[in-house]
Structure formats: C-alpha cells, structure tokens
C-alpha cells in the first residue's frame, strides 16, 4: 500500500559522519511508464531524504489532480512539460546521504530521443539501475540502456524488475526477466548484474524488504546501493596531469618560480619522479610540488598541484605530464565511438574542434565507418554522417598529436568532445577505443554475482 504519511523531517549528516562514508555516484534509466521516476521518489521518501516543504509541493500537485496519495514522481520530474507528461525529459540530479554512503543520483530520461541525456548522466557514474515493467519484460528500450551502460564501461548494473503487485508479486515472472536480461547484458561485456523484484508504488524492496515476495532472499534497492563495492582510489592508476595553467609570478619574492598547474586526473606523482611531458616527449624531473600553497612530497588524484621541474621546458595549458616509464599512445589519428548530442549532424569531411581534458585542437572527420544499431547491436556500414541521438565509430584527424588513453583504461583521460568551431556546440562524446568490453572474463563475474543472489540462471 502506498504511504501517505508525512515522513521524519530529514537529519543531516554531521561532518565527521559525511567524511567518513563513501560516495556513490548512480544513475537510473528505464523505458516509458515503468516507474522510474516513482521509485526514485520511493527512494529518498522512504529513506527520509525528503523536506517537510518538497513534500507539501508535492501533495499540493497530486491533490489538484485528483490523486488521493502524493506522487512521489514529481519530486524528480521538476520540467512543466515533465509534469504536464508525466514523463521525464531531462537529467535531474539529487543529493541524498544514509549512515552508510552519500550518493549523486542521476535520474535520466527513458525516450530514444532523449538518449543523449542518459548518456550525460551515466556518463560518470559508477552503478547504473536499469528499470523493467514486469508486464512488458525485456523490451527494445531496455536493450539500449544495458547497450549504453555497457559502452560508459559502467562498472554495477541494478535491473529492478518494477510494478511486481500487478502481476501478483509472481517468481516465475521475475526469474525470466532477470535471465533474459542477464544473458543480454553478459554478451555486452557488463561485469555486475544484481536483479530485485521490486514495486515502486508500493514501496516493495525499495528501501524496506517485501512481505509479499518471501522467496526473495537478496538486498533491497536501498541496501545494495549502500554496501556495493565501489572504489575511487585511483592512486594506483597511470599517473597523468593535465596542464591546466602555467604559474610565472616574476615577483621579488618569486624571480625564477615557474609552476605547472592543474587537477590530477589518475595515479601519484612524487618528488625525484622521473617525468615525460606530451605530446613533445621532453623529460624532466619534478623538483617540488605545491599543494595549497605548501610544500608536499606526495601528491594524488583528484588533488589540484603545482609541479615544479628542474628543467626549463616550454609547456603550456593542454599539455599532459605523465611518469616516464608510463606514457599513454600519442596520435593524430583517433578511432572512437561517439554518442552524437546535438540537433544539427555530424557528417565526414566536417571540421571540428577536439577538446580533450584541457587541451584543444583542430580536426576533421575523416570517416564515419558504421552507426550502431542498440536493438541488435547491428553495425550500420558508412552511414555517411550521425544524427541527434546515434551512437557510432569514426575516425577523426586532428592537428596536432593528442596524448590519448584508451577509455577503457581511464574513464577520464580516454574521453573527449567534439565542437562545432563556428558556435561552440558540444556535437558528441567521444570514448577512445573499443565499444564493448570483450571475453569471458566478465561473464565468469556475472555469473558469480547471479549465483551469489541465490539465483540459478
């Protein structure tokens, strides 16, 4: 039954509490009218993520419509038009925290005009849920997500399994959904599937366990949100700087200091390393390092350092700096696949401007050599250009060498945009490398997850 009560005003975390939980970044992605943004509301109601006033708006909306319990869609879908549809268009954050974790949510849209958004969302995040009408099954859209999530390299896929109470909380229906997908999901290279049975609207398996589905036995939504292994320790990762500022203040104080600012995008660099700098090849040694304004001898991501070199070398915003026993490939030519983001196409021949952490360069698609087809995973040959929405491979020619991870190695480094020169228009996303992860490494851990629930598929 749907709760109507008023929950516990919401308690903050204090600060000792909030730095000593991790943080999940997770996006939630699903067809047209499974519920996803319901559940999402479900989620932070239940979780008592909610203001005393979000929730008041929110009864004010459903009561003007007739609704005798609130909506708790509407605390995610904030577009009128999203209202008015009951659909969700845009990507909407929220920021929510438990005892266990702090989480950044990203609710995406559902529609296949809208996969772009899905792919702005998923795009930095570490699980992905992927909703299922338990009426309709595994359906095309649902297809395209898992094909989506699996070409962000998105390391946990949750398939909550939704609106269960309309087919009277049956485990025949489930394990069919949850196999059919799985194997959908093992053969794009996805390395973690957990399925739950859930009802949005009722508030099974949500945050609190079913008394209505008793042969399951895994987690609730909530509970695997909260104990997933996650890490961001990319201490250990090849180390990489990208320039983002050269610091000369030619003061009294500071005649001869000469620094190279930025973000740590990977790994740990340290005083006496050994360091080549791209796309010239130069090598240095790093002399010091700065980290607000002190002397450090240790530095790692995602910490903002000023390197010091004992060579003058000519370095400027966009160059990378890296250990030099570990440099990432340099190139003009990029083999990519590409999730197209703007209205206008993007066609062989076009010239573009290439942005990849901080640098960026001139460059032309050379060739388009297939759009992918999400249904099938059919290869499109030559399309000839990408539309708003497509997803596909091209090669591109810039200007200059671009030192570029593959994004299978780096989710940071081996991305990049693509812009229109004339407007500044992001046009795609680019992801370096191969599209699927491949071999039979990540079903032998699919597999594993799957028996570890309980679940013999």
Same mark, same amino acid.
């Given at each position: 039954?749907?709760?109507?009560?008023?929950?516990?005003?919401?308690?903050?975390?204090?600060?000792?509490?909030?730095?000593?939980?991790?943080?999940?970044?997770?996006?939630?992605?699903?067809?047209?009218?499974?519920?996803?943004?319901?559940?999402?509301?479900?989620?932070?109601?239940?979780?008592?993520?909610?203001?005393?006033?979000?929730?008041?708006?929110?009864?004010?909306?459903?009561?003007?419509?007739?609704?005798?319990?609130?909506?708790?869609?509407?605390?995610?879908?904030?577009?009128?038009?999203?209202?008015?549809?009951?659909?969700?268009?845009?990507?909407?954050?929220?920021?929510?925290?438990?005892?266990?974790?702090?989480?950044?949510?990203?609710?995406?849209?559902?529609?296949?005009?809208?996969?772009?958004?899905?792919?702005?969302?998923?795009?930095?995040?570490?699980?992905?849920?992927?909703?299922?009408?338990?009426?309709?099954?595994?359906?095309?859209?649902?297809?395209?997500?898992?094909?989506?999530?699996?070409?962000?390299?998105?390391?946990?896929?949750?398939?909550?399994?939704?609106?269960?109470?309309?087919?009277?909380?049956?485990?025949?229906?489930?394990?069919?959904?949850?196999?059919?997908?799985?194997?959908?999901?093992?053969?794009?290279?996805?390395?973690?599937?957990?399925?739950?049975?859930?009802?949005?609207?009722?508030?099974?398996?949500?945050?609190?366990?079913?008394?209505?589905?008793?042969?399951?036995?895994?987690?609730?939504?909530?509970?695997?949100?909260?104990?997933?292994?996650?890490?961001?320790?990319?201490?250990?990762?090849?180390?990489?700087?990208?320039?983002?500022?050269?610091?000369?203040?030619?003061?009294?104080?500071?005649?001869?200091?000469?620094?190279?600012?930025?973000?740590?995008?990977?790994?740990?660099?340290?005083?006496?390393?050994?360091?080549?700098? *791209?796309? #010239?090849?130069?090598? !240095?040694?790093?002399? +010091?390092?700065? =980290? &607000?304004?002190? /002397?450090? %001898?240790?530095?790692?991501?995602?910490?903002?350092?000023?390197?010091?070199?004992?060579?003058?070398?000519?370095?400027?915003?966009?160059?990378?700096?890296?250990?030099?026993?570990?440099?990432?490939?340099?190139?003009?030519?990029?083999?990519?696949?590409?999730?197209?983001?703007?209205?206008?196409?993007?066609?062989?021949?076009?010239?573009?401007?290439?942005?990849?952490?901080?640098?960026?360069?001139?460059?032309?698609?050379?060739?388009?050599?297939?759009?992918?087809?999400?249904?099938?995973?059919?290869?499109?040959?030559?399309?000839?250009?990408?539309?708003?929405?497509?997803?596909?491979?091209?090669?591109?020619?810039?200007?200059?060498?671009?030192? *570029?991870? #593959?994004?299978?190695? !780096?989710?940071?480094? +081996?991305?990049? =945009? &693509?812009?229109? /020169?004339? %407007?500044?228009?992001?046009?795609?996303?680019?992801?370096?490398?191969?599209?699927?992860?491949?071999?039979?490494?990540?079903?032998?851990?699919?597999?594993?997850?799957?028996?570890?629930?309980?679940?013999?598929?």
């Amino acid at each position: 039954m749907t709760s109507t009560t008023e929950p516990d005003k919401a308690q903050p975390l204090s600060t000792e509490q909030l730095s000593a939980t991790t943080l999940l970044r997770f996006a939630t992605a699903g067809s047209v009218d499974d519920g996803k943004s319901t559940l999402v509301g479900r989620l932070l109601h239940d979780s008592k993520s909610v203001l005393t006033d979000q929730l008041e708006a929110v009864e004010r909306v459903s009561l003007g419509r007739g609704q005798e319990a609130p909506d708790l869609a509407l605390l995610t879908d904030g577009l009128r038009a999203e209202r008015e549809q009951g659909i969700t268009i845009d990507v909407a954050y929220r920021y929510f925290a438990t005892a266990q974790r702090r989480f950044i949510l990203a609710d995406t849209p559902g529609h296949v005009q809208y996969t772009r958004n899905m792919v702005t969302g998923a795009s930095t995040a570490d699980l992905a849920v992927v909703l299922v009408d338990a009426r309709n099954g595994v359906i095309e859209q649902t297809r395209r997500h898992a094909a989506v999530a699996a070409l962000l390299r998105v390391p946990h896929v949750v398939l909550a399994v939704n609106k269960m109470d309309l087919v009277a909380y049956e485990e025949t229906v489930f394990a069919k959904i949850a196999e059919e997908f799985t194997a959908y999901a093992v053969g794009l290279g996805v390395p973690e599937i957990t399925a739950i049975p859930i009802s949005a609207l009722a508030g099974d398996n949500v945050v609190e366990p079913s008394s209505n589905m008793d042969w399951y036995g895994g987690p609730t939504v909530l509970e695997h949100l909260e104990t997933v292994p996650v890490s961001h320790d990319l201490t250990s990762c090849h180390a990489r700087l990208p320039v983002q500022y050269v610091i000369r203040p030619q003061t009294a104080e500071h005649p001869d200091y000469r620094g190279y600012a930025g973000q740590i995008a990977a790994g740990t660099f340290r005083v006496g390393e050994s360091v080549t700098v *791209l796309p #010239s090849g130069r090598t !240095s040694k790093i002399a +010091g390092i700065d =980290l &607000l304004g002190e /002397p450090v %001898d240790v530095a790692w991501t995602p910490q903002s350092v000023t390197l010091l070199l004992e060579s003058d070398i000519d370095i400027s915003r966009g160059d990378l700096i890296v250990p030099s026993g570990d440099q990432p490939p340099t190139t003009q030519d990029i083999e990519a696949t590409v999730c197209h983001v703007a209205d206008q196409p993007l066609a062989v021949g076009q010239r573009v401007l290439l942005k990849h952490t901080t640098r960026t360069v001139k460059a032309i698609v050379k060739e388009i050599p297939s759009r992918l087809t999400l249904d099938d995973l059919s290869q499109h040959p030559a399309p000839g250009q990408l539309v708003a929405n497509d997803i596909g491979r091209v090669l591109v020619r810039t200007a200059e060498p671009i030192a *570029l991870d #593959s994004y299978a190695a !780096s989710r940071r480094t +081996g991305s990049f =945009l &693509l812009i229109d /020169p004339a %407007d500044g228009t992001t046009l795609a996303a680019g992801m370096a490398g191969d599209a699927f992860a491949t071999g039979d490494e990540t079903a032998d851990e699919a597999k594993s997850a799957a028996d570890d629930e309980g679940w013999d598929f």
